[in-house]
């Protein structure tokens, strides 16, 4: 038996990373632990559903390390990579380093934007005097006693991050603390299109950037992002190191991410931003014609209304036309010209380019009217309206590129729904499990559910309020609101309001506050890492919100007895990407709502639900204020992607064991 095919290497190698990061062994650990080293061994493909407290990153770290191959680990949050390098990691190498006989390396890579920009630093953001922007050198000097304003606070920032380039070894804007806003950071970041290059920048030697892709290549195991992964997978320019292995954690996450680094956006003030950058080094002839076309774009989408275009409008077409024409000729005056007399002239140009090469890539994309993408309009309140186009489906392209000449590895607390992995493997562009053989270019793969260490049925209840009104598209719900008053009454506050809009939130926020005499925290009020450590501080504490809140939150403990969804999170049928995705799936001859909206939901009811059980001593209730998880024939696949929680649809029985399980926690106040 293999060094890691589940033989008693394996198994001593687990016990010994287990016991250094403080944590005790789970038989779903072990089986996954297993799995993971027999996929990587044979060169297969695995999705596995581990639950919260199964400690997962062990039970795919441990295997990985012992094949001796490079992995790259690609995570959706931030809060999942620092625990990674900072925590599991480094535990992890130095208790297996006895046993393997090897201290394997390890790296965090992320986007160029993340890291600080030495050039942009010292010799500042190349100047757009016709964009009415800041001089960052003058708010550096505004930045004095008596100073105020704006300017003043952003000067401040940048004195900061000039005294942090000076001391920081990594250059990783997540180890600035505390943080900066965007605006500041923006002066001193550029994006890979806007960068000079290693040989071309007189900071080259000494770049954050690059200093961070060199240890990535030296390294064993690379922990990145999603979007850095869809990047390296999609876009056809490599900026991973080669790997053996790869292990993509908060896999739920994957599909989403990879949409984004896909699609394309095309707005007046970034097409304007294109023109003025492009006047600076173009001849008057192509600046002109740029300008005329930005022209035309602008005065079309002043009328722009919200919504999916099935087809292109042929004014719009006609605009798009001389906007891609345009941005061609300027790109290829650019490769024709060079300008001294333009200071610090290479940075100037390669901000150029780079908005040029998006205004002439999207407006292409968008004039050619692919059946694969999905077009619309959106218009935001502050920066108006906006042109997107996105693909239609990315399991295609994942088909394709992820599972390619490595084994692949997904994972999260929730892939499987509705009882099995099939939806979920579908959207990722994998046949059916146990079916692939039917197709000789499918990836293999199975799929594990490794359970959880939680007793979820006697540690918490799902409550569905089917005596409530049905939710509408608008308007308050009266019922709805007593209900919730009624259930965080009995349960002493203690609640984490999950809402499917953030009007519901307000709504519901301003009412219980008028209510009941228990503080009641609002996503956006403060920023969401202070909203939620002062949830967990405080046991009377509600916090109520919206996404973010569904999968951001961790409170294990009595301060977190009660999760409450107000509805069942479908995507709004308005919703142009998500309302293409179900049509396409029902001419098809598939069940469009079943496999796009109800699994959109179930997906985000799985991931809320689990915000309530977060420990082996936790205990609470989940309540759903929507009838339809009981009453409608979709219910049963809902409530099947959730844990396995006790359920009733009981409004005494349930107020009375919450208020048993806030009894049992003791009253603070």
Same mark, same amino acid.
């Given at each position: 038996?293999?060094?890691?095919?589940?033989?008693?290497?394996?198994?001593?190698?687990?016990?010994?990373?287990?016991?250094?990061?403080?944590?005790?062994?789970?038989?779903? $650990?072990?089986?996954?632990?297993?799995?993971?080293?027999?996929?990587?061994?044979?060169?297969?493909?695995?999705?596995?559903?581990?639950?919260?407290?199964?400690?997962?990153?062990?039970?795919?770290?441990?295997?990985?390390?012992?094949?001796?191959?490079?992995?790259?680990?690609?995570?959706? +949050?931030?809060?999942? #990579?620092?625990?990674?390098?900072?925590?599991?990691?480094?535990?992890?190498?130095?208790?297996?380093?006895?046993?393997?006989?090897?201290?394997?390396?390890?790296?965090?890579?992320?986007?160029?934007?993340?890291?600080?920009?030495?050039?942009?630093?010292?010799?500042?953001?190349?100047?757009?005097?016709?964009?009415?922007?800041?001089?960052?050198?003058?708010?550096?000097? #505004?930045?004095?006693? *008596?100073?105020?304003?704006?300017?003043?606070?952003?000067?401040?920032?940048?004195?900061?991050?000039?005294?942090?380039?000076?001391?920081?070894?990594?250059?990783?804007?997540?180890?600035?603390?505390?943080?900066?806003?965007? /605006? &500041?950071?923006?002066?001193?970041?550029?994006?890979?299109?806007?960068?000079?290059?290693?040989?071309?920048?007189?900071?080259?030697?000494?770049? @954050?950037?690059?200093?961070?892709?060199?240890?990535?290549?030296?390294?064993?195991?690379?922990?990145?992002?999603?979007?850095?992964? &869809?990047?390296?997978?999609?876009?056809?320019?490599?900026?991973?190191?080669?790997?053996?292995?790869?292990?993509?954690?908060?896999?739920?996450?994957?599909?989403?991410?990879?949409t984004g680094v896909a699609s394309g956006e095309l707005t007046p003030g970034g097409v304007a931003r294109a023109v003025r950058r492009a006047a600076k080094l173009v001849d008057e002839k192509a600046a002109d014609q740029l300008l005329t076309a930005s022209e035309g774009f602008e005065r079309l989408m002043e009328l722009a209304l919200p919504g999916r275009l099935e087809e292109i409008p042929e004014d719009l077409g006609f605009a798009l036309a001389?906007? /891609?024409?345009?941005?061609?000729?300027?790109?290829?005056?650019?490769?024709?010209?060079?300008?001294?007399?333009?200071?610090?002239?290479? &940075?100037?140009?390669?901000?150029?380019?780079?908005?040029?090469?998006?205004?002439?890539?999207?407006?292409?994309?968008? &004039? $050619?009217?692919?059946?694969?993408?999905?077009?619309?309009?959106?218009?935001?309140?502050?920066?108006?309206?906006?042109?997107?186009?996105?693909?239609?489906?990315?399991? *295609?392209?994942?088909?394709?590129?992820?599972?390619?000449?490595?084994?692949?590895?997904?994972?999260?607390?929730?892939?499987? !729904?509705?009882?099995?992995?099939?939806?979920?493997?579908?959207?990722?562009?994998?046949?059916?499990? *146990?079916?692939?053989? #039917?197709?000789?270019?499918?990836?293999?793969w199975r799929g594990l559910d490794v359970g959880s260490p939680f007793d979820y049925r006697k540690q918490g209840i799902l409550y569905v309020a089917q005596h409530l009104s049905p939710p509408g598209r608008e308007g308050s719900r009266g019922d709805m609101l007593d209900e919730l008053a009624e259930l965080v009454e009995a349960a002493g506050g203690r609640t984490l309001g999950l809402f499917s809009s953030m009007r519901g939130a307000q709504a519901?926020?301003?009412?219980?506050?008028?209510?009941?005499?228990?503080?009641?925290?609002?996503?956006?009020?403060?920023?969401?890492?202070?909203?939620?450590? /002062?949830?967990?501080?405080?046991?009377?504490?509600?916090?109520?919100? +919206?996404?973010?809140?569904?999968?951001?939150?961790?409170?294990?403990?009595?301060?977190?007895?009660?999760?409450?969804?107000?509805?069942?999170?479908?995507?709004?049928?308005?919703?142009?990407?998500?309302?293409?995705?179900? /049509?396409?799936?029902?001419?098809?001859?598939?069940?469009? @709502?079943?496999?796009?909206?109800?699994?959109?939901?179930?997906? !985000?009811?799985?991931?809320?639900?689990?915000?309530?059980?977060?420990?082996?001593?936790?205990?609470?209730?989940?309540?759903?204020?929507?009838?339809?998880?009981?009453?409608?024939?979709?219910?049963?696949?809902?409530?099947?992607?959730?844990?396995? @929680?006790?359920?009733?649809?009981?409004?005494? #029985?349930?107020?009375?064991?919450?208020s048993a399980i806030d009894a049992a926690a003791g009253d603070p106040g």
């Amino acid at each position: 038996m293999s060094e890691a095919s589940g033989g008693p290497a394996l198994t001593e190698l687990l016990h010994a990373a287990v016991t250094a990061v403080g944590g005790t062994e789970r038989p779903g $650990q072990v089986a996954m632990a297993e799995a993971v080293a027999d996929a990587v061994g044979e060169g297969t493909h695995l999705l596995v559903q581990a639950g919260t407290g199964t400690g997962k990153s062990l039970g795919y770290l441990v295997p990985a390390l012992a094949q001796g191959e490079r992995v790259v680990v690609a995570t959706a +949050t931030l809060a999942l #990579q620092r625990q990674l390098v900072e925590r599991d990691l480094p535990r992890t190498v130095e208790a297996l380093h006895p046993v393997l006989r090897r201290r394997p390396e390890y790296a965090m890579l992320k986007g160029r934007s993340n890291y600080l920009c030495l050039h942009r630093l010292h010799e500042g953001v190349p100047a757009e005097e016709e964009d009415g922007l800041f001089d960052p050198f003058e708010a550096v000097a #505004q930045a004095s006693p *008596g100073a105020s304003g704006a300017s003043s606070k952003l000067g401040k920032d940048l004195l900061r991050l000039r005294d942090w380039a000076d001391e920081t070894e990594s250059g990783d804007r997540d180890d600035l603390r505390p943080g900066v806003s965007d /605006r &500041a950071w923006g002066q001193v970041s550029v994006s890979s299109r806007e960068c000079l290059g290693a040989a071309k920048c007189p900071y080259g030697a000494e770049c @954050f950037a690059e200093a961070a892709r060199e240890r990535a290549k030296l390294a064993d195991v690379i922990v990145t992002n999603h979007a850095l992964l &869809a990047i390296d997978a999609i876009e056809g320019a490599p900026v991973l190191p080669g790997h053996e292995v790869l292990i993509v954690d908060e896999a739920h996450e994957l599909v989403s991410r990879v949409t984004g680094v896909a699609s394309g956006e095309l707005t007046p003030g970034g097409v304007a931003r294109a023109v003025r950058r492009a006047a600076k080094l173009v001849d008057e002839k192509a600046a002109d014609q740029l300008l005329t076309a930005s022209e035309g774009f602008e005065r079309l989408m002043e009328l722009a209304l919200p919504g999916r275009l099935e087809e292109i409008p042929e004014d719009l077409g006609f605009a798009l036309a001389a906007l /891609r024409d345009a941005a061609r000729n300027c790109l290829t005056a650019l490769g024709n010209t060079r300008d001294r007399s333009v200071q610090d002239e290479d &940075a100037v140009r390669k901000q150029a380019v780079a908005s040029l090469e998006n205004v002439h890539a999207v407006a292409e994309r968008v &004039a $050619q009217g692919s059946e694969y993408d999905v077009v619309w309009y959106e218009r935001h309140e502050r920066y108006g309206a906006s042109l997107r186009v996105a693909p239609l489906s990315v399991s *295609g392209l994942l088909r394709e590129k992820l599972f390619e000449d490595r084994s692949v590895v997904l994972t999260s607390a929730t892939l499987k !729904l509705g009882g099995d992995f099939d939806g979920v493997g579908a959207s990722l562009g994998l046949a059916p499990e *146990g079916r692939h053989e #039917q197709d000789a270019e499918a990836p293999a793969w199975r799929g594990l559910d490794v359970g959880s260490p939680f007793d979820y049925r006697k540690q918490g209840i799902l409550y569905v309020a089917q005596h409530l009104s049905p939710p509408g598209r608008e308007g308050s719900r009266g019922d709805m609101l007593d209900e919730l008053a009624e259930l965080v009454e009995a349960a002493g506050g203690r609640t984490l309001g999950l809402f499917s809009s953030m009007r519901g939130a307000q709504a519901a926020a301003e009412e219980l506050r008028g209510r009941l005499d228990v503080p009641i925290l609002l996503q956006g009020e403060e920023t969401l890492g202070e909203l939620i450590r /002062r949830f967990a501080e405080d046991a009377r504490t509600c916090l109520f919100g +919206t996404l973010s809140l569904w999968q951001g939150v961790d409170v294990p403990g009595p301060n977190c007895q009660l999760v409450v969804m107000d509805r069942i999170p479908f995507p709004r049928p308005d919703d142009p990407l998500m309302s293409a995705r179900q /049509r396409a799936v029902e001419q098809s001859g598939g069940n469009g @709502f079943m496999a796009v909206a109800a699994t959109h939901a179930a997906l !985000l009811m799985a991931q809320g639900a689990g915000r309530l059980v977060r420990a082996t001593g936790d205990r609470g209730v989940v309540a759903v204020l929507d009838p339809r998880l009981a009453k409608a024939r979709y219910g049963g696949f809902l409530r099947a992607s959730m844990p396995d @929680f006790w359920y009733t649809t009981d409004p005494g #029985q349930v107020r009375r064991s919450l208020s048993a399980i806030d009894a049992a926690a003791g009253d603070p106040g």
